[in-house]
Structure formats: C-alpha cells, structure tokens
C-alpha cells in the first residue's frame, strides 16, 4: 500500500430495478440462445438470424439498452421485444479511481453478491481485468480473493456485463452517426483475471468470451483477452478448443513441495501434468506463446535457483514469464521479494532467452493490484492465524 491518500469517487447509484416479472434477460445470450428466445415469441423462422444480428449490434456496437431505440426493427416488433425481454448489465455500486488513473468499480449482480472489476489504462491499450466468480473455490495462500468462499459462478451475462459497463464508464460507445471502430479503443484488451477461476466457470467464460469477440459482439480479437488459470488441467486444452484465448497460467513455484502450498490445486494436477497440458496449447490455439505468471514471495520463491528451475521447466514452450511482486493485503502472510532480488530472478530468466516484465502495480492504493480484490461486502471468512496456520501446514 502508499502512504499517500487516493482520489477516490465514490458514486453510489439508486439500486435499479431487477429484471421485470420474469423478463429474459438478453445480455449474454449465445447467438443461439437469442435466435430461439426471439422464436418463442413469434419471430418468424425466416427472419430469425436478420433479428439476431441487428439486436446484437445494437447491444454490443452500440451500447443501447431500450429495444425503442433500435431503430431498423418496426416500431410493434419493438414493442414486443420490450414485452418480453430486458437489456441488463449488473449495477455499479461504487467507483475508485487510483493516483495512477486505474479505476476499480464494485458491481452488483442478481442475489446481491458484489464483484470487483479493474481497468487499467496504459499508453498504447487499456485492459479491463473481468471477474467470473464470486469468491474462489481454490484457497492459493498469497491470494486474497482465496480467503473468500465461493459464493457462486458468474452468469455470462455477468461477464460480458462487466465489459459493457466499463464501457459505459469510459464513453467509448460510438456515438449515432459515427462509424463503429473509428476511434482507437480506450478498451482494448481483456484479462480474465479478476476474481475467481474461470476454468471452472468454463461454460459461461466461453459464452461471455465468444460475444467479446464476434465481429457483430464487443469485437475484440482473441489475442487481445487473456485467461489466466491457477492449473485446471482437464479444461486446458478445452480453452484452445473452444474459446482460442491466449493463455495465462499462475505457475509461482518450480518445485511440487513449494506449489503445493501457494497454489493448492497443484496437489490435483502437479507441475508435470500441468506443464504437458501447457506444452500441447499453443498448437491448438494456434497462438504464439503462453504467459507464466510468477509472484514473487520473499524468501519462498524467489532464488537464483528457483529461476534457473523454472528456465529449465518450461525448456520447448513459446513463453513469456511475468514477475509479479507480490501486492500485500490486510492479514497476508507474505511479503515482497527485496528489489535486487527481482531483477537478479529476471535477469536469469532474461538471458535464457525469455521475456521477463516485472509487472508493475497498478492502483495499489485503491486495493485494485493483482490478488488484492475480495468484496467488501464478503469480509474475512478466515482469520489472519488461520491463513498462516493453514500455509505452514501446507
Ligand atoms: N484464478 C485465476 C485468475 C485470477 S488471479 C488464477 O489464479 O490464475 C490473477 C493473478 O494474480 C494470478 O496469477 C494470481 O496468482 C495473481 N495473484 C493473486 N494474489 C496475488 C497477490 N497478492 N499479489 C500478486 N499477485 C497475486
Ligand atoms: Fe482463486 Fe486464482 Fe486466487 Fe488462486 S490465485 S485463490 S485460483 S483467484
């Protein structure tokens, strides 16, 4: 955390109604699921893909969210989508915006639960960081989100959601008249990398992730969104498959005895079963090369000859590592790896032939860094002993 005092700009919006009297909701919906929601209600088959497209430009491409406004559909077919459905993004409860221009938003989704979405301008792209779960289920011991129970997965409409509202809030939907795609997007790039696992939402990230990347949806190509996993290994090669993403994996360790502890998952699928799934990636994703991330723990982590094990794992696939410094949170039972010892970690790796950014913290003093979210609303289930009791015993 800095010392110094945020800017923050806290807007509390008036909670919006819910969906009405059992409206379908059709944000998020596949291009599927749209087609047969628009048949239910007497959309002629022959019409049926035309209607998809042009409500799904609207939703994505343009930001509208009353079907009066869509202006290439008769005013009584209007009507009868308004009858039956609603256009729906979850609701922003608060809004941080930090000394370095990254702002957090606090969303609130159906039932209640909050989510905490990060977005991140940077010279040449703007990368919004998407959550697909509330909570985890997963409890790495560095994580904060990790203290949090799983409350439950995100919808797709939730996360796709997330996107339009951010969107929103920077006003970059094109404006009537303007083409779509004229002006530099503020955002660019996706990273699912908020809270939660997504490989074990696999189903609504995939959905969510398809409409992010149609040419008729957000229309972002797919070598701009990033999903980063703790290891689910079954679902690996099913992310290339069906969402074509580029990848990135939370490795943190280059022994088992040490990922055991910080990632637990490890104990399922341990480095040899997940470094094969990582190997076979890049070919079925056709994408050039996979992201490890690396936080970086004082004194657990971080030799010169965990950086040499880690060159020599992961010897053959196309990567880049990404050194993390680890971001503290209130009870965490870590701390940052000293300065020297971080580039003397990424200077190894450097000379082995691999990229190494050390990547730098972004909107720490708004809590808003890699690992440090966790709803507010779901305070500390699990007690600063109990975390520390739980990575001794590992
Ligand atoms: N569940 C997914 C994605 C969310 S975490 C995953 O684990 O990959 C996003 C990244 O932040 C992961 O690499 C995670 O290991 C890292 N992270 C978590 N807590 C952190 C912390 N306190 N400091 C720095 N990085 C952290
Ligand atoms: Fe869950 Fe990822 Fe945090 Fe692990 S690092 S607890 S998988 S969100």
Redesign the pocket.
């Known amino acids: 955390m800095t010392a110094s005092a945020p800017i923050t700009q806290d807007v509390l919006t008036m909670p919006r109604k819910l969906p009405e009297g059992g409206k379908t909701n059709l944000v998020g919906l596949t291009r599927d699921g749209l087609r047969d929601a628009l048949l239910a209600i007497g959309t002629p088959e022959k019409q049926a893909k035309m209607r998809v497209n042009q409500i799904w430009q609207w939703i994505y491409q343009w930001g509208v969210r009353d079907f009066d406004s869509m202006t290439n559909l008769a005013k009584g077919y209007r009507a009868q989508l308004d009858e039956n459905f609603v256009i729906e993004i979850p609701e922003v409860v608060s809004k941080q915006v930090s000394l370095d221009g990254t702002r957090k938003y606090l969303v609130r989704i159906a039932g209640g639960h909050e989510v905490e979405v990060v977005y991140i301008p940077e010279t040449d792209r703007g990368t919004l960081c998407v959550s697909s779960q509330v909570g985890?289920?997963?409890?790495?011991s560095?994580?904060?989100?990790?203290t949090q129970k799983l409350v439950r997965n995100l919808t797709a409409g939730e996360i796709v959601g997330q996107i339009m509202m951010a969107r929103d809030d920077l006003g970059e939907w094109p404006k009537p008249g303007e083409p779509a795609g004229e002006r530099p997007r503020l955002l660019s790039n996706i990273v699912l990398m908020g809270?939660?696992?997504p490989l074990y939402n696999f189903d609504n990230v995939r959905d969510a992730m398809k409409i992010a990347m149609d040419g008729e949806g957000i229309s972002l190509s797919r070598r701009r969104i990033t999903l980063?996993?703790?290891g689910v290994v079954p679902e690996i090669a099913k992310t290339a498959e069906e969402i074509g993403c580029l990848l990135a994996v939370?490795f943190h360790a280059t022994t088992d005895e040490v990922r055991d502890k910080l990632?637990p998952?490890n104990k399922k699928w341990n480095i040899k079963e997940l470094l094969e799934a990582l190997r076979a990636y890049p070919k079925l994703s056709n994408s050039e090369r996979i992201t490890f991330e690396y936080v970086m723990l004082k004194d657990v982590n971080d030799t010169d000859a965990d950086a040499r094990r880690l060159v020599k794992l992961i010897q053959g696939i196309p990567a880049k590592i990404n050194l993390i410094p680890f971001n503290e949170w209130p009870g965490s039972p870590y701390q940052r790896s000293d300065w020297e010892r971080i580039e003397s970690f990424a200077d190894i790796i450097y000379k082995a032939g691999y990229a190494s950014p050390i990547r730098t913290p972004r909107g720490e003093d708004i809590m808003a860094a890699c690992?440090q979210l966790k709803s507010a609303t779901e305070r500390a289930r699990k007690s600063r002993a109990q975390i520390e009791a739980e990575t001794k015993a590992g």
């Open positions: 985890c289920t997963l409890t790495c560095f994580c904060h989100t990790g809270m939660g696992e980063s996993t703790s939370s990632v998952i690992g």
